[in-house]
């Protein structure tokens, strides 16, 4: 069974996703990102979700995580949860 380890950034907003992602893609550190801004409880590990299998997370986040490229930020991946930037760490 396929397996993935990501990290992410929760936020509320659109926009704020969009200038978050700018940030990143500018230099800034994925990690210190998330533990300034992200609403998700994992931001405090730098947005670390560990490892995980298809169907443990929502459908948007597994369309990405399980098809989109390693070590590029994702996003904004819309959830019911919010706003995501998703960097997918390893797949197997």
Do not use: W
Request: one cysteine or more; aromatic letters at 6%.
């Amino acid at each position: 069974m396929a397996r993935a380890s990501a990290r992410h950034i929760l936020v509320s907003s659109e926009e704020q996703c969009n200038a978050l992602k700018q940030e990143i893609e500018n230099g800034r550190d994925f990690a210190e990102v998330a533990k300034q801004h992200s609403s998700c409880p994992s931001g405090r590990q730098g947005g670390d979700l560990g490892s995980f299998g298809p169907g443990q997370m929502v459908a948007e986040f597994d369309k990405v995580v399980f098809s989109g490229d390693l070590n590029k930020v994702h996003g904004p991946v819309k959830t019911q949860f919010g706003y995501h930037l998703l960097e997918i760490t390893s797949r197997s």
